[in-house]
């Protein structure tokens, strides 16, 4: 592609100063216009290099650095054209048009920013409110990095250097660890396809964003730890016997917090709990056992199947009836943030939340012998990859299969000599 600078003919204009324009040329008929928003006397301008005169007749005071400016504007549109195909060996000329003009003359296809609200407001129906609210807080981060790092974002400058910009911003700036960070990434690439697909986004530079995935530690309760609980004595605390009864289900079932604050009486029947889950709208069959059905029939002269507590609340109150319990070991987390690993420890009560009680589900059916595929169809993993992470098998199941495997004695067998 060839760059030229042209000064604006028309001849109505009453300023004797005309307005030079950038022309990138892709053959006869292949043409980009870029305004420069610079202006010149035509008598200072030399029509065969496209420059203001510096010297002799026709010289103009400022033209070495109107000259510098333009040198620099073709130097760095030249290079964006490079980085363009780079990233891109197919562009065509009007992908390449587009990234220029929003880069060069702030004329952006669409707004992100609009786009985003579109985004939400056609996916309310299908999507959960903590998954929209994670898209709301996807917008802030956007916001908060347009104005950290100064600039204006659209979707042709949102390419592979704004993709390491903004991790690092998720990180070092917004404090957060990095499997958080990429779960961000993960989220704006929906968003960036479903723009694409109906043509809001005409950029596929989010194709090449990586979605990377760290271990991390996992807490569950070992079965003597959720006995405590049990057994504990709450008749003068209906705070924290309603908050157990929740978690307790919640273990006893492997279902999410979102499922069980949405159980009904109705999905219940011959003690199986035929379950829509909220966050993959899949129908599960759960078998109640005893203690679940105890439980639900606790409240069974109430309105609702199970009391109702916000996540919030549910996941404070929690900790408290871990400490009440007693389960309070030290436990030393590490998380992944940039290239350090920082490790914290922590008493284990402070750890328990509502995902607690379903990763404690996998962990002990596991231990108890239930089969891998019996409990991912309970708990509706669709793929051993995602069931895998919320197993924990604690020291002492493993010490317990090891001796039962390699300390096992052979069984003595009685030979029949007669045979012989």
């Known amino acids: 592609m060839e760059v030229y600078f042209y000064l604006d003919a028309n001849k109505k204009v009453k300023n004797p100063n005309r307005t030079i324009y950038c022309y990138v040329r892709d053959g006869r008929d292949n043409v980009i216009v870029i305004n420069t928003k610079e202006k010149v006397n035509p008598k200072h301008w030399n029509k065969t290099t496209y420059r203001a005169i510096t010297t002799g007749k026709g010289k103009m005071d400022g033209a070495r650095e109107l000259n510098q400016f333009l040198d620099a504007l073709e130097t760095d549109i030249k290079k964006t054209i490079r980085e363009i195909r780079s990233d891109n060996v197919t562009a065509d000329f009007n992908e390449i048009k587009l990234k220029l003009l929003e880069k060069f003359s702030g004329k952006a296809t669409t707004d992100v920013f609009n786009a985003l609200d579109k985004f939400i407001e056609v996916r309310r129906s299908d999507l959960t409110q903590s998954t929209l609210k994670k898209f709301s807080n996807i917008k802030k981060h956007l916001s908060d990095f347009e104005k950290s790092r100064k600039t204006k974002l659209t979707f042709g400058s949102m390419d592979l250097l704004f993709y390491d910009a903004f991790i690092n911003f998720l990180i070092y700036d917004q404090k957060m660890n990095n ?233 003595l067998k009685l030979v029949d000599l007669t045979s012989f």
């Not at 219940?268 to 203690?291: A, C, F, G, S």
């Not at 059905?293 to 549910?314: F, M, S």
Request: net charge positive; with cysteine.
């Open 179 to 411: 499997n958080t960070a990429y779960k961000n990434i993960s989220l704006l690439k929906t968003f960036f396809n479903w723009a694409y697909e109906r043509g809001i986004n005409n950029y596929e530079h989010f194709r090449k964003f990586k979605k990377k995935e760290y271990d991390v530690d996992i807490i569950t309760l070992s079965e003597e730890e959720l006995n405590r609980i049990e057994q504990l004595d709450l008749s003068q605390n209906l705070r924290l016997d309603r908050t157990r009864d929740l978690f307790l289900f919640a273990c006893y079932t492997g279902a999410r917090f979102s499922d069980i604050e949405n159980i009904s009486r109705a999905d219940i029947k011959n003690n199986v709990w035929y379950l829509r889950q909220v966050k993959t709208r899949n129908i599960t069959e759960i078998p109640l056992i005893d203690r679940a059905l105890e439980i639900l029939a606790k409240y069974e002269k109430y309105e609702k199947a199970l009391p109702t507590i916000t996540n919030q609340k549910l996941n404070k109150y929690l900790k408290e009836l871990g400490e009440t319990a007693g389960i309070n070991d030290p436990v030393r987390i590490s998380e992944q943030r940039g290239n350090k690993v920082i490790e914290v420890e922590y008493p284990k009560f402070e750890l328990i939340t509502t995902h607690t009680a379903r990763r404690t589900f996998i962990t002990l059916s596991l231990t108890k012998g239930m089969s891998p595929q019996i409990i991912m169809s309970i708990t509706g993993h669709r793929t051993y990859n995602a069931f895998k992470k919320y197993i924990n098998l604690v020291t002492a199941d493993k010490e317990k299969a090891l001796k039962d495997t390699w300390e096992k004695k052979p069984e």
